[in-house]
């Protein structure tokens, strides 16, 4: 039986002892102790429930019209969701170095990270039937593979923190809970997620902020966290066939989602319902537009290409629109080709005007759609452009 608690319990404190290795710096300080939430039952306000509602329905309108549409909007969609998230941890890399990246280009690290971004979501996505411990650490395994130094898929041992200092957790801002602490607190909150009594919305805003509450890893928290939540909006059935990139709309007033957090660990779980009702409108409006642009540009393709509609050419117009980088290899797996079959068609698409041809990152010529990288360029422009305190 669920205990309904209209003032969600905040946080509790405990003492801790901080003892560097050097030896210097020694002191106590104050880690948190979240509570435990499977049993609970959130009570947001009532502005905040009637925004939920209204914003799932959004949600699951808006994946219902791409349904028909999943193999030319899911991949471009999935990409905007990563950098978006990855932005908002001050990870920004353009579209066309995005796209580079997952061809092996070395050009732009924070398109590597959010390359790695991107297959986690995906991971996240694969694994939404399973909410469990094990699933969140292999989401968290594929985004931070790279990245060796911070144990990918393995729960920290160490103390982390919020503040102005990298040193010491002494006179921080927030401490996560201790290390000892992490093990029982996610088991904690994936028995929360898999609760179907909670509405859905705010089931997911309430679990996020508890995953980010608790800091499980050493680094990758926040993408982790929102990769959780696209997990969650899939095992609800908010969404079925596309992750809507939430995490664009939480972009646009990145205060607004800290302070929600923060809110959330005092024990008021509304404004983080609210806040993730506001970004998936956001999101939503944001996402129409840019599948808007995708469908003008293609429909000026057709216009352009002159070949005969059987050419392999008109077939790789769908790959170029969700893929809009590619190199030899990538374009002839898309259409189960030889290589050398691929490159008249790519030649046609280049006097077309549609692709441009460049020799880059020492692999050898890519092609690229610069009016396709344009328009997910212009989304994330949207998606960045901070809203005006209210």
């Given at each position: 039986m669920s205990i309904s608690s209209p003032n969600w319990p905040s946080l509790g404190w405990e003492d801790k002892r901080w003892q560097p290795t050097a030896g210097f710096g020694r002191g106590r300080y104050k880690a948190s102790v979240p509570p435990l939430i499977a049993a609970l039952t959130p009570a947001p306000s009532a502005e905040a429930v009637d925004a939920a509602v209204t914003a799932t329905n959004e949600l699951s309108r808006f994946d219902a019209e791409l349904g028909h549409r999943v193999a030319a909007f899911a991949p471009v969609l999935l990409r905007s969701e990563s950098a978006s998230s990855s932005q908002i941890e001050n990870l920004t890399a353009s579209a066309r170095a995005i796209f580079s990246a997952e061809l092996g280009a070395k050009g732009s690290r924070n398109a590597e990270l959010i390359t790695s971004n991107t297959h986690s979501l995906r991971a996240a996505l694969e694994l939404s039937d399973d909410l469990s411990p094990e699933a969140i650490r292999e989401m968290h395994r594929i985004l931070m593979t790279d990245q060796p130094r911070h144990t990918p898929g393995e729960w920290r041992d160490e103390p982390v923190w919020i503040g102005t200092r990298t040193d010491s957790p002494i006179g921080a801002e927030f401490v996560a809970p201790d290390h000892d602490r992490v093990p029982a607190l996610v088991a904690d909150l994936a028995a929360f997620a898999e609760r179907f009594d909670v509405p859905a919305l705010t089931s997911v805003a309430v679990a996020h902020a508890q995953f980010e509450t608790i800091h499980p890893f050493s680094d990758g928290n926040g993408?982790?966290?929102?990769?959780?939540?696209?997990?969650?909006?899939?095992?609800?059935?908010?969404t079925r066939n596309v992750a809507?990139?939430?995490?664009?709309?939480?972009?646009?007033?990145?205060?607004?989602?800290?302070?929600?957090?923060?809110?959330?660990?005092?024990?008021?779980?509304?404004?983080?319902?609210?806040?993730?009702?506001?970004?998936?409108?956001?999101?939503?409006?944001?996402?129409?537009?840019?599948?808007?642009?995708?469908?003008?540009?293609?429909?000026?393709?057709?216009?352009?290409?002159?070949?005969?509609?059987?050419?392999?050419?008109?077939?790789?117009?769908?790959?170029?629109?969700?893929?809009?980088?590619?190199?030899?290899?990538?374009?002839?797996?898309?259409?189960?080709?030889?290589?050398?079959?691929?490159?008249?068609?790519?030649?046609?698409?280049?006097?077309?005007?549609?692709?441009?041809?460049?020799?880059?990152?020492?692999?050898?010529?890519?092609?690229?759609?610069t009016e396709i990288l344009d328009a997910i360029d212009a989304f994330a422009k949207r998606a960045g452009r901070r809203e005006m305190p209210r």
């Open positions: 993408r982790t966290g929102r990769a959780l939540a696209q997990a969650m909006l899939r095992h609800r059935g908010i809507v990139p939430v995490s664009a709309g939480l972009l646009a007033d990145v205060e607004g989602y800290h302070r929600a957090l923060t809110e959330y660990r005092d024990g008021d779980v509304s404004p983080i319902v609210m806040a993730f009702a506001a970004a998936s409108m956001r999101a939503i409006s944001n996402a129409r537009q840019l599948i808007a642009d995708i469908d003008q540009i293609q429909e000026s393709w057709a216009t352009r290409l002159t070949v005969r509609r059987s050419s392999n050419a008109w077939r790789l117009l769908d790959v170029i629109a969700r893929r809009p980088v590619l190199d030899a290899a990538a374009a002839a797996a898309e259409l189960g080709v030889q290589r050398p079959n691929i490159y008249p068609p790519l030649e046609v698409l280049v006097g077309a005007g549609i692709l441009t041809a460049k020799a880059e990152h020492k692999l050898g010529p890519f092609w690229r759609s």
